[in-house]
């Protein structure tokens, strides 16, 4: 995203250099998206490995759009991670020694519930769901998943935020024994993310820990990671090991990386483009070759629920 010049910039690091013809995507791409199907069950996927451990006890939700969610390859195999590279194949091919367990979350800062807690005494009150939500990269090219997790909503309920907690920060691991990409600093690790608590307590903000119903792989952000469906995929902080109340905005990685390319809202916007690129429109992963760019919709097509959080905010400065 920072890291390369513009003139260093190949077009297939912004379009899929695969294109996957299953028959999913050759339905979705002729405009059958089997949405009936999905929306009678989970989604299915016949390509997910056997090492995947199904979670159980998942819900659909209502949440879901129905639109054809891409493969478990193209989910686990186009990945932006820079703890384990810079290429979008790098993730997949460099977290294996990654030990998503066990797994220890911090709470602190401005909330009457704050400690260590195991993932598994954090995850233990709430059930999962299935949300298949669309997902907008800065880059300009995006995914429909079906994600496994629980609304963030409740967890930042349990914590009993005080009256002075404003935003809510996220925290990514610092492990460069496992994360290859740690050991370089190509950004300024830990990797960090933030929230307004309107944003975190917004019934669309998610906590995933699954993907496809199974367990997250190492390269989406195992084991537990924040996934927000109108904004740009860099707020989707992977891997949280921290997650503290605080009155200021916190810093977040990008937007102190680059302040003029990302902003601290990274709400998905077609009008407000990258300095570098367009924002209007952006290449589906998985699509056909010959199929165009579809136009980017405003907060990634979220934008009857999560509008009115932005009322009176210049989204052109407030970027
Ligand atoms: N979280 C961490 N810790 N490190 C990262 O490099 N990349 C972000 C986000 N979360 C990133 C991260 C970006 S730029 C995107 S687009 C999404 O993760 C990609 O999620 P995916 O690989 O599961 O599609």
Partial sequence: MLIKRPSDIRPSQITPEAVFHNRRQVLAAAGFAGA???AA????????????????GVKRSTLSV???PNTFEDITHYNNFYEFGLDKGDPAEYSDDFRPKPWTVTIDGEAEVKGQFSLEDLLKPHPLEERVYRFRCVEAWSMVIPWVGFPLADLVKRLRPTSRAKYVAFETVVRPKEMPGQRSRTLDWPYVEGLTIAEATHPLALLAVGVYGVELPNQNGAPLRLVTPWKYGFKSIK??????????????????AAPDEYGFYANVN?????PRWSQATERRIGSAFFSPKQPTLPFNGYAEQVASLYTGLDLARNF
């Fill in 270 to 274: 077609p009008k407000v483009d990258h």
């Fill in 239 to 256: 891997s949280i090991v921290r997650i503290s109340f605080t009155e200021k905005q916190p810093r977040t990685t990008w937007s102190a």
């Fill in 41 to 56: 069950s989970l989604a299915q996927a016949d390509d997910i490995p056997a090492r995947y451990r199904r979670l159980p």
């Fill in 66 to 68: 129905r639109d054809a």
């Fill in 36 to 38: 009936g199907l999905l």
